[in-house]
């Protein structure tokens, strides 16, 4: 039922900049929060960002911040993450993911994802 569909990737030089989209249904909005999460080829998926939809209150890994932002509009739906200043260590499939009420990193604690979305950041 709960259903999250992230878009926006593609290919980008370093320096540049992308905007994720997770567009999310089946659920109540504002009792949830979404994460975003990465997973770079032979490696674990990691914990980037996060907003609560009942709060707004945010969370970040410390490689993306001042980096990355993570944002609501809850009129839509849906959740955004704009990355600028990308960097080849950015490459990596993006997933986003739901789990009641409270942020958090750990990927273990959402029950809920996207199928993702590729970022390749490559001169």
């Known amino acids: 039922q709960v259903q999250l569909v992230e878009s926006g990737g593609g290919l980008v030089q370093p320096g540049g900049s992308l905007r994720l989209s997770c567009a999310a249904s089946?659920?109540?909005?504002?009792?949830?929060?979404i994460g975003w999460f990465r997973q770079a080829p032979g490696k674990g998926r990691e914990g980037v960002s996060c907003i609560s939809l009942w709060d707004g209150s945010t969370d970040n890994v410390d490689s993306v911040k001042g980096r990355f932002t993570i944002s609501r509009d809850n009129a839509k739906n849906t959740v955004y993450l704009q990355m600028n200043s990308l960097k080849p260590e950015d490459t990596a499939v993006y997933y986003c993911?739901?789990?009641?009420?409270?942020?958090?990193?750990?990927?273990?604690?959402?029950?809920?994802w996207g199928q993702g979305t590729q970022v390749t950041v490559s001169s």
């Open positions: 993911a739901a789990r009641p009420w409270r942020c958090s990193l750990l990927r273990s604690v959402f029950g809920h």
């Open positions: 089946g659920f109540t909005f504002g009792d949830y929060a």
